[in-house]
C-alpha cells in the first residue's frame, strides 16, 4: 500500500456563467466555463486506523460537515472498505467566495484516497459519487477549462484559454451559494438556450469577444447584497483589466489582464483592502489523461 498521497486542490473561477432557469428539485439549470487556476490547498494522505482530518490556515467546516470527510466515507462506502486515513488538509482557498475550495478538497480527497487505498473503483463511479457530493465537484476530478452544464455536475473538457493575467479579490465578507441564487428569482421556466459556448469557440477561433464571454448572471442579484463587488470590479478595470466579474456564487471577483506584469501591479495597489492574489489560468491538454495528476 502507498504510505503517503500528497495533492494540491486548485480553485476556479467561472469565466462565464448563465443561469439557463430554476428547476422543479430547487436546484438551477445552468451553463459555464469553468477554469482551473493556480491558487491551491494541499491534501496529504496517510494510513491510519481511523478517519481523521487535521486542517491548518484558514477555517474549514468542523467534523462530518466538512466536504473532506464527506468524500472519504462516500468513496470507502463504495469500495466496500473502512475509510482509515489521516487528511492533512492545508487551507489558501478563500471560503464562500465562488472558487469552489471547498468541492476541490472533496474531489481531490476522491482521487488522493483512490491512490492511497487503492480502490480503483474507475474514473465513471468517481464522477458519480463527486457529483452526489456538490455540483461542482466533477469538475475538479479533471481541471482545466472545462463546459459545464444540468447543476454545473455534468462536465466536458474544453482546449485551454491563452495565458491571461489573472487578479482575484476575495472580499472580507463571504456569500451563501442558495442565498445568492434565492435573490436571482430566477423563474420556474423550461431552460432556456445558452449562449455561452458559441462566446467560447469564437474567442478560440478569433482571440476576440474575451468580455462577451466574461459574464455571470448572479452578479446582479450577488452585487445586491454586497455591492462591494461592483467596486471591486470598476477598480480592476480602471486598473487595465479587460475584464472583470464575479466567480461563480461569489463573493470573489476577477479581472483578467493582458499581460502577467499589469496584473502583478494592479494586484499590488490593491493589497491590505481585502484578499488579492495575483495568479493565473491553469492550461491542461483536454486529451491527456483523464485525472489531475
Ligand atoms: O450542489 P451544491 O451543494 O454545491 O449546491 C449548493 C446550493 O446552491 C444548492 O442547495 C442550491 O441552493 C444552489 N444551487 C442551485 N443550482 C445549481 C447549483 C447550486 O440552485 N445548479
Known sequence: MTSVVRLSAPAKINLGLEVLGRRPD?????ATVYQEIALADELEFR????LRLEAEGDPTPPGEENLVVRAARALAAAAGIAPRATIRLTKRIPSRAGLGGGSSDAATTLLGLDRLWGTA???????????????????????GTAFGHRRGECVHRLPPVPELGLVLIAPYAGLSTPEVFRAGAFALTPPRNCNIMRRFAHYQRTGDGLSELVHNDLQVPAERLLPEIQ???YRLQGLGATC????????????????????????????GQARVFATAVVRRD????????
Not at 483536454?286 to 495528476?293: E, I
Open 26 to 30: 430547487g436546484f438551477h439549470a445552468l
Open 47 to 50: 494510513p491510519d486506523a481511523d
Open 121 to 143: 473503483v474507475g474514473a465513471a463511479r468517481l464522477r458519480e459519487i463527486a457529483a452526489r457530493l456538490g455540483s461542482d465537484v466533477p469538475f475538479f476530478l479533471t481541471g
Open 231 to 233: 467596486d471591486w470590479r
Open 244 to 271: 472583470a466579474a464575479l466567480s461563480g456564487s461569489g463573493s470573489a471577483v476577477f479581472g483578467l489582464f493582458p499581460a502577467v506584469e499589469i496584473a502583478t501591479r494592479a494586484a499590488g495597489s490593491l493589497r
Open 286 to 293: 483536454p486529451g491527456a489523461a483523464a485525472a489531475r495528476d
